[in-house]
């Protein structure tokens, strides 16, 4: 059984995907606690699951260096085979990656290596792309730079605002991130031989 600790920022709807596949006993993996960079939103969902939760914030601490220390401390403490950025909105300090690397995965909202970054929604708009898409990676030292797991396409629609677009790709992100866990756990996919490739 793959234990996953999940760290969000916000309202956590990736989160909420995971935890409802985790309740089907033949779901080979359970989220163990969910971590976020402040009191989150998205802990409503971690509470009706009696999932633990902890916020490690940033603003506490002296450096990012010493706010990833206590993040990563927070996290050893639920011994997690997986931890899994679900619109964790803070940067990891390279030690933090590194301690947990290759076993650390993140979403993203958009066709990977296009528009990388926060603001990848509102960058595909502002491009004018005709499809944009959902990226699920192994995390590494840059921005969204680490190596592809899984992708898949979203078409942009006529008349798509920020908020529309990523509705729409927040479904393909959930469908991924489920899928993706599952291939972890029943050995499809290999962190390990990804990040070395």
């Known amino acids: 059984m793959l234990r996953l600790v999940v760290l969000i920022s916000g309202g956590g ?46 603003e506490s601490f002296a450096s990012r260096e010493e706010w990833g220390d206590e993040l990563l401390a927070q996290i050893r403490l639920w ?16 030690r933090v990656v590194a301690a947990l690397s290759p076993y650390l995965i993140n979403t993203h909202p958009a066709f990977l290596p296009e528009f990388p970054g926060a603001h990848a929604v509102r960058d595909a708009l502002a491009a004018g792309v005709a499809e944009t898409g959902a990226s699920v990676i192994v995390v590494d030292e ?3 730079t680490g190596p592809i797991i899984a992708q898949r396409r979203v078409p942009v629609l006529p008349g798509d605002t920020e908020e529309s677009l990523h509705e729409r790709i927040k479904i393909v992100e959930r469908e991924l991130l489920v899928q993706t866990v599952l291939d972890i756990a029943t050995g499809h996919v290999d962190l390990k031989e990804l990040a070395t490739a």
């Open 79 to 94: 011994q997690p085979d997986l931890v899994v950025l679900s619109g964790f909105m803070r940067l990891l300090p390279p």
């Open 13 to 58: 709807s990736n989160l909420r995907a995971l935890l409802e596949a985790c309740e089907d006993a033949t779901f080979p993996a359970r989220v163990v606690a969910v971590g976020a960079d402040r009191e989150a939103d998205g802990f409503v969902h971690a509470e009706e699951f009696g999932i633990p939760t902890f916020a490690v914030a940033l």
């Open 142 to 144: 840059g921005v969204d």
